[in-house]
């Protein structure tokens, strides 16, 4: 019969038979520090002591040693079809006797959580209070127990556990629970990106409302004959609905590329021609604002890389729009290819105020806005997060490189294609 004392109950054992030698050798050393003449013979018994506890806990190491030899030959221990169940999971899962002790531990458990001893308190791994508890309730009801787990170091990641009895034939009380550990860390990650989301949205549309609620009631009263302010009112209406308006198109936009299947590996496009129309579609600003636009490396011919044409198009019109709003200071744009045997890469360059470093890596957070030169803050805060999304369906990402006073460089590399030579593997950079 397995032992079914409650967990730790060994412990107390042990301490139980030291505290008899813990005395005499207190006893014994007192002696000899009081009475000089009995010094010898008391340090004599006090070796004879320290001799004698060694030799009990040299014989207690050997009876545990042998108590699992034991229980790993008996029907209770967990057998070898058990063991083959509990390793064939994909998930990190131990099974612990009812002195929360382990007796086996998968193959994924060994390799998320690092080996441990059979035998060891599962609480010298995992210490945490929540853990240990649950799996103590189900050790005393017999019930299945959940509880969560959760680590910070060498990463954050976050798991539900699961603590399950394990009834084994001739035993009223399970002997023996099996602790499954599921990961939740990228649920929980979701959930926190989905609430922020939320979050973001709810207030870049409620400051605009807000906006157009006010001057409407102001409109319906004190403004009501004041032709002057009316029409003030109302233009100020109308740039608050062209910003929800805008909101709402990249909020739709940005949806609708993250449902979207990977590219084809035959479908290319050429990013000459991208970089054309995207050159054509800035000129107009470029000039109402007195910027030069200057084109570079298009004149040598085709660049066909793995992509959408639309998107594409859509990615560095987003990024020469971003160039001509805040580096207008600059006096010039750069819209080109730069290019080598095996790769090509696409870049927009202002020659603006720049970007203080500290923004640099949350450029793409969706809602991530910078103050520009006067203060203010422009723009939904979603474009270049639109960018990063398509960038992520093309295999490839955004490049940013900014010096403050200098200006802004925004660049993408993919890899050349050679027509009818399609290769199933992606580039990377």
């Not at 599921?182 to 979050?199: G, N, P």
């Amino acid at each position: 019969m397995a032992d079914t004392a409650p967990p730790f109950e060994g412990s107390r054992r042990r301490a139980a038979v030291s505290l008899p030698l813990i005395a005499l050798a207190i006893g014994l050393a007192l002696v000899a520090y009081l009475v000089p003449d009995a010094r010898p013979p008391a340090l004599g018994a006090l070796a004879l002591a320290a001799l004698v506890g060694l030799i009990q806990r040299g014989a207690r190491a050997s009876r545990q040693r042998n108590a699992v030899k034991t229980d790993a030959s008996s029907p209770l221990w967990p057998n070898a079809s058990v063991k083959s169940v509990v390793d064939a999971m994909r998930e990190p899962a131990f099974v612990l006797d009812r002195n929360l002790a382990l007796r086996f531990s998968n193959a994924v458990g060994i390799q998320t959580f690092g080996n441990m001893a059979l035998g060891d308190p599962i609480a010298m791994r995992f210490r945490a209070p929540e853990l240990i508890a649950a799996m103590a309730e189900s050790i005393e009801s017999g019930e299945a127990q959940m509880t969560e787990y959760a680590e910070r170091a060498p990463s954050e990641r976050a798991w539900a556990v699961d603590i399950l009895p394990m009834p084994m034939p001739g035993e009223a009380r399970p002997v023996f629970f099996l602790a499954l550990f599921r990961d939740r860390t990228q649920m929980r990650r979701l959930e926190r990106i989905r609430t922020d989301f939320v979050a973001n949205a709810s207030h870049e549309l409620r400051t605009p409302l807000a906006s157009l609620s006010g001057f409407i009631e102001t409109l319906k009263g004190p403004a009501r004959d004041d032709p002057k302010a009316r029409a003030q009112f109302l233009d100020i209406m109308q740039d608050q609905a062209r910003r929800m308006s805008r909101l709402i198109d990249d909020l739709l936009s940005l949806s609708r590329i993250e449902m979207r299947r990977r590219l084809e590996a035959n479908e290319l496009t050429d990013l000459v021609s991208v970089m054309r129309v995207v050159a054509q579609q800035a000129a107009p600003t470029a000039a109402e604002k007195n910027l030069a636009l200057e084109l570079t490396g298009l004149e040598e011919g085709e660049a066909l890389v793995n992509g959408d044409h639309d998107e594409l198009v859509q990615v560095f019109g987003n990024l020469a729009e971003n160039a001509l709003k805040y580096g207008d200071a600059g006096g010039r744009i750069q819209i080109g290819l730069t290019r080598t045997d095996e790769t090509v890469e696409a870049f927009v360059r202002d020659f603006g105020q720049g970007i203080p470093p500290e923004h640099v890596p949350r450029l793409t957070e969706r809602f991530y806005r910078v103050e520009d030169g006067s203060g203010r803050v422009r723009g939904t805060g979603l474009g270049l997060s639109i960018v990063r999304n398509v960038l992520i369906r093309h295999n490839t990402r955004l490049s940013i490189s900014s010096i403050p006073g200098q200006g802004s460089t925004f660049s993408v590399r993919f890899r050349l294609r050679v027509p009818g030579a399609f290769e199933k593997s992606q580039y990377k950079s």
